[in-house]
């Protein structure tokens, strides 16, 4: 996904993108948010939220093949693109990784409808759910654990101390210390704020996953076990 930096700052969703309705100069400030929803109850699925940089990456993308899961990430926003008609470059600027220049944001909405945030959470929620319902899937990121809570699914989230991930970011990308601290702040940044705006949550509340996995000493094979030996509880109890 193309990252547009805004030198260390993060727009805020809801201070970008215009209301559908024009309504009072009060309504317009108004928070995006997602209504909260009922409990999943749907066929089982892994949501998997994971600190950009960290092992959890490497681990997403093992743990699909080895439980014979569809993986669901950038997919949701070629979804949401596809049934809403609406540029996914748009789109990418509403996504949690986005810290995105507000002159993009203007160039990009010239000549296109209006995208309203809150639009894209209940687009995002609905999109999510049609995921899980087919079953056997990993939906990485996009608050996912925030949009299914439930005894179907396992919630997991995979956190690695801040120096650790930039070592790992300077090395794969050969970039300097402070280019590697920038755009690893601002994308925690935008991944908290993408939380914060759409489900008023903490990204970091343990209490939106049934497991919160620290990779700082372990490998990627004993998360996965771990993972999977979570996922086999949690679907005996059904």
């Known amino acids: 996904?193309?990252?547009?930096?805004?030198?260390?700052?993060?727009?805020?969703?809801?201070s970008v993108f215009k209301r559908k309705s024009q309504g009072?100069?009060?309504?317009?400030?108004?928070?995006?948010?997602?209504?909260?929803?009922?409990?999943?109850?749907?066929?089982?699925?892994?949501?998997?939220?994971?600190?950009?940089?960290?092992?959890?990456?490497?681990v997403g993308h093992r743990l699909a093949p080895r439980l014979g899961f569809e993986r669901y990430d950038s997919e949701i926003l070629d979804n949401l693109a596809r049934q809403s008609k609406v540029s996914r470059?748009?789109?990418?600027?509403?996504?949690?990784d986005s810290s995105t220049d507000f002159s993009?944001?203007?160039?990009?909405?010239?000549?296109?409808?209006?995208v309203v945030a809150e639009d894209f959470g209940r687009d995002l929620v609905r999109i999510v759910h049609q995921i899980a319902e087919n079953?056997?899937?990993?939906?990485m990121g996009r608050g996912a654990a925030f949009i299914l809570r439930g005894p179907s699914v396992l919630n997991v989230r995979i956190i690695e101390p801040f120096e650790q991930r930039l070592a790992r970011l300077q090395e794969s990308r050969q970039i300097s210390y402070t280019e590697a601290?920038?755009?690893?702040?601002?994308?925690?940044s935008a991944r908290s704020q993408f939380v914060e705006d759409y489900f008023k949550r903490d990204i970091e509340d343990p209490?939106?996953?049934?497991?919160?996995?620290?990779?700082?000493?372990?490998?990627e094979e004993a998360i996965l076990d771990m993972i999977c030996r979570a996922f086999e509880h949690k679907r005996a109890t059904l």
Request: hydrophobic content about 40%; some cysteine.
């Open 1 to 14: 996904m193309r990252h547009l930096s805004t030198r260390g700052k993060h727009v805020r969703i809801s």
């Open 24 to 58: 009072s100069d009060r309504a317009s400030r108004k928070r995006v948010t997602v209504p909260s929803h009922r409990l999943y109850e749907g066929q089982p699925c892994i949501t998997l939220a994971v600190q950009w940089g960290s092992k959890g990456e490497a």
């Open 89 to 96: 470059d748009i789109l990418s600027a509403l996504d949690e």
């Open 104 to 114: 993009f944001l203007v160039s990009s909405l010239l000549g296109s409808p209006y």
């Open 135 to 139: 079953g056997s899937c990993l939906i």
């Open 181 to 188: 601290e920038i755009t690893l702040a601002e994308i925690d």
């Open 207 to 219: 209490e939106a996953y049934d497991l919160v996995v620290n990779a700082q000493f372990l490998d």
